[in-house]
Structures are given as C-alpha cells and as structure tokens.
C-alpha cells in the first residue's frame, strides 16, 4: 500500500478518518526558507469542514502541528517536516452497518476483498477525504516556496451540474490574457470567496449543492488549476513527465475520476493546423503564440501556464435509499448512509488541486531543473 509521492520533495501521508490524529511527513524541503504559518492556517480553512450548507457539518479545527523540520526561527532545517493534525469530532457508530453493508460507489466493498474485514470502516478509514487536510498542510508550505522562485498556483470549479464559471485566460499568450489571468488569479485569492471567478456562477453551483442536499443525494464537479512561472524546460520524460507527475498525484484525491491538460480532449476534434501553438521570437527567446498545448510538451514544461482539469464525481455517500448487499447474510439489501457528508466535495477539493500541484511542481524543479 503506497501512501508516499515524490522523488526529492517526498510526501508520505498516514491516519485514518477517525483514527486519533492524522498527518503528514516531507521530505526534501530546501532547508532556510521561513514557513509563513498565519497563511498556512488559512489555506488550511478553505479545505476544513463545517463551512458552509455545501460541505459535511463535522466540525474540525484542522490546526497543524509542526513536530519537526523547523528551527527555533520557524525555517525549515533540512529535516523531515512532520505534521499532526487531531481528530475531535468523529462519530464512529454512524458507520457501524458499513461493515456488512458497503456503499454504493465507496471503497468498502473493495477494500473487503482485499483486506477481508481488517481495514478500518469508520468514516472511510484511509479512503476518506478526510487524509487530504495533510497533504494542503505540505501544499500549503511548497506553494509558499514555489512563490519565492516566481511561480504561482490558483484553482477553481469550472462546473456543477450545469452551472459554469468563467474559464482561466491561460490558452492566449498575448499581453491582455496575461493581465486578464492575473486579474482572475488576483479574485481567487479574495479571503472567505467561496471558489468561483463569476459570482453568479457560485450563487448557482451553491443552489445546484442545497437543491442535491434537500433530496438527500449529491453532486460532482469540475475544478481547473493553473500554474504560472514555471520556466521551460522541467521535466524528465518519458514517465516523470509533468502530466504524469501531476497525474498520479491528481488521483490521489479521492473521487477524482478524470483529468485533461490544455484543450483537453477537444484536441481529439481539433485539426493540427489548429491545435498546434506555432512559436514565436519575443525580446531573444522562443514563445508559442497560444497555449493549446497546457503549458506542457513531451512531459517537459514550455514556459507557459500549466493549465489542467479534473473531474469530481459526487459524494458517494447519500441518504437516499440504495441497493447494496448484506455480506454477512450474503442476500441483497438496501441502504441509507447516515452520518455527516459533503453533498458536493468539489467546493472542498479546489484547495486540494492546488496543494497537490505545489507539491508536484516544487519537486520537479528541484529533480528536473532545466539542464544548464
């Protein structure tokens, strides 16, 4: 069972979702740089539960503990940074039929064949969504770093059910998408702002999530995340290219069932002639004229904003009734889930896509820097 990621910068995560405390370990973190914790915390906010009609109402505090890896000064020392965060809000009996009765959609019945009734049921055990409040704990400190080196990181949902957000202006490389990106970058950062550009659109995505919540069911969602500054020229094809680094850490987020880079899968119904991004002398260097390509060719980076989607299926877990089986009584059987869940977990995951892209990223330039 892998739950590390990484070549320099290595992240391992451990808990469960109502284990005692969960957390994180990293190693590989450039030792001198000053963890900034205030914006730590607030990063940590926008991932926590209990925030709003649109997220599960257990309420956790998430507060990060650092146990090692930082100097008396608050820099990190070279060390494996390690961090705690405790479980003060679980409910382990909501679970308790699980066990025999898996959920439609969820790991339970998955994990019985392999684990045959030794792994942890309660809240999703290691499946959980739970374990990726660590893994923002990391992020929150490689985006701080990646900050340092000039490249900067912004997510948001594109879509739910329906409802569409404005689109990052990452396929034009010209001097009034480069503002206008900036701008919507700039929007995102907005304290409190629920994850959206156009705030119309975020009225109806939170109208589309109370609407799946009164009808005891839930939503899915699609989150676009974008990456500006990376230079050209990082990357270590054929499989530690960029997209396949961001990729296997991508679907490391629970309920993340798909991811497109760039124009995505419109490349398939586009002509070369139109997909290509013919390239350009600006000031001595190379630029291609559009960004169709999603700032990554043959793995290796162009020196245009990285730009990608994934996909969100709803929150398995819902209080509608659902067929399942009794494994105990080997009959079929029905089942509503009780207990405390997301109708929509998109809203929560946009931190997420960003922790997970500052962690990547931050790892590829220090293993595949562009060669001198």
């Known amino acids: 069972m892998s739950s590390s990621m990484g070549n320099t910068v290595r992240l391992t995560v451990f808990g469960q979702s109502h284990s005692p405390s969960i957390g994180c370990v990293v190693e590989g973190l450039p030792s001198g740089f000053e963890v900034d914790l205030d914006r730590m915390r607030d990063f940590m906010a926008r991932r926590a539960p209990g925030r709003g009609p649109w997220a599960t109402q257990r309420k956790e505090a998430d507060d990060v503990r650092i146990v ?22 679980t409910r382990s009996q909501d679970y ?11 790991a339970d019945w ?4 392999k684990w045959h009734g030794e792994q942890d049921v309660a809240g999703g055990g290691h499946f959980s969504g739970r374990l990726t409040a660590p893994v923002c704990a990391a992020g929150a400190i490689c ?14 949902l594109t879509s739910v059910e329906g409802v569409v957000d404005e689109r990052f202006d990452a396929l034009a490389t010209d001097e009034a998408a480069r503002r206008h990106l900036a701008e919507q970058m700039r929007t995102l950062s907005e304290k409190g702002r629920f994850p959206v550009i156009d705030e119309g659109a975020g009225k109806g995505m939170r109208a589309a999530i109370e609407s799946a919540r009164k009808d005891a069911d839930s939503v899915g969602g699609m989150i676009e995340c974008v990456a500006c500054g990376m230079p050209a020229g990082v990357g270590d094809p054929m499989f530690d290219g960029i997209e396949n680094l961001l990729a296997r850490a991508a679907f490391g987020i629970p309920a993340v069932k798909g991811m497109e880079f760039g124009r995505g899968f419109d490349c398939a119904a586009m002509r070369g002639s139109k997909h290509n991004d013919p390239y350009r002398m600006r000031d001595g260097r190379v630029v291609p004229e559009s960004n169709n390509a999603g700032g990554i060719l043959g793995g290796i980076t162009t020196g245009q904003p990285i730009l990608f989607q994934v996909a969100v299926k709803p929150t398995s877990s819902i209080g509608s009734e659902q067929e399942t089986v009794d494994l105990t009584k080997g009959t079929d059987a029905k089942l509503i889930v009780h207990g405390r869940h997301d109708p929509c977990i998109a809203p929560r995951a946009v931190p997420v896509v960003e922790a997970i892209c500052g962690i990547v990223l931050l790892d590829a330039l220090i293993t595949y820097p562009p060669m001198p």
């Open 68 to 89: 090692s890896g930082l100097n008396p000064g608050g820099r990190t020392c070279g060390a494996p940074l390690a961090c705690i965060i405790e479980n003060t809000n």
């Open 96 to 106: 308790d039929e699980l066990a025999r009765k898996p959920r439609p959609g969820h």
């Open 110 to 113: 998955v994990a019985q064949e």
């Open 143 to 156: 985006l701080q770093m990646l900050e340092e080196r000039g490249v900067f990181v912004s997510a948001h």
